[in-house]
């Protein structure tokens, strides 16, 4: 796995997104989506010039962290309970995963712990699939209104995990509403919000993701290879 030359033909897809869409590839960062991946590849990946990582399991993440010496950052995209948070305190720049007003609730005590502020994203259910995270939209804006209220938090957007598709055009609807959803919360002038962040578009949609307004995409499986399945 050559995880340079995967990385440099990722940059290449996003450039080309971006033009084909009049964007510039400067307004869309790229999480290397590295859950499950031991800390060389992540290194190997730092050494290739990728600095944003993107982990799912607070347990492995945590120790992950601590083998890893590139200056790296950190954002937290999987589920997460909120008797955990604790152990993410002052290591994640950037929280993909916020469904519910309660984990909200647990990161702004943990971060005002240290006076400090953590940012947020909304995660939306779009295909409203049960198995699957997430706020629906009829939720959304009184959740982004409760979390904007809590002093050590700053909501910076929203996040999402449409259905898997084959046919990324199929996707594409699920991303426009999550940018349309956005554009909603821009309107209300919602306190401690700075509201330019979309997290969208993974290994084999990133580009149409990116052509609907995506800032992150979170991408895995074609940077590292196959994930190893997660230890019991």
């Known amino acids: 796995m050559d995880i340079a030359r995967n990385l440099?033909?990722?940059?290449?897809?996003?450039?080309?997104?971006c033009e084909r869409s009049g964007r510039d590839p400067a307004a869309v960062r790229l999480v290397?989506?590295?859950k499950t991946k031991p800390a060389a590849d992540?290194?190997?990946a730092a050494a290739a010039g990728q600095r944003l990582?993107?982990?799912?399991?607070?347990?492995e993440f945590a120790a992950k962290a601590a083998e890893v010496a590139a200056p790296v950052r950190w954002h937290f995209i999987g589920a997460l309970q909120s008797n955990k948070v604790k152990y993410l305190?002052?290591?994640v720049e950037l929280f993909h995963s916020v469904d519910r007003l309660s984990l909200a609730e647990e990161i702004n005590r943990q971060w005002g712990k240290d006076d400090a502020v953590a940012e947020i994203l909304l995660q939306v259910n779009l295909g409203e699939e049960e198995s699957k995270s997430g706020t629906d939209e009829a939720g959304l804006i009184e959740l982004a209104r409760q979390v904007t209220a809590l002093p050590h938090l700053r909501?910076?957007?929203?996040?999402?995990l449409?259905?898997?598709?084959?046919?990324?055009e199929e996707v594409r609807p699920y991303f426009r509403q999550l940018r349309k959803l956005?554009?909603?919360?821009?309107?209300?002038?919602?306190?401690?919000?700075?509201?330019t962040e979309l997290s969208m578009g993974m290994s084999h949609d990133f580009e149409v993701a990116i052509e609907e307004g995506a800032t992150l995409v979170r991408v895995g499986t074609s940077i590292f290879g196959t994930r190893a399945p997660k230890e019991p």
């Open 89 to 91: 305190r002052g290591l």
């Open 182 to 195: 956005l554009e909603t919360l821009q309107g209300l002038e919602l306190p401690r919000a700075e509201l």
């Open 32 to 34: 290397a989506v590295s």
């Open 8 to 17: 440099e033909e990722i940059h290449r897809r996003i450039a080309a997104a």
């Open 162 to 168: 449409p259905p898997y598709l084959d046919d990324p």
């Open 155 to 160: 909501l910076r957007g929203l996040m999402a």
């Open 42 to 44: 992540i290194e190997a």
């Open 53 to 59: 990582f993107g982990e799912s399991y607070v347990q």
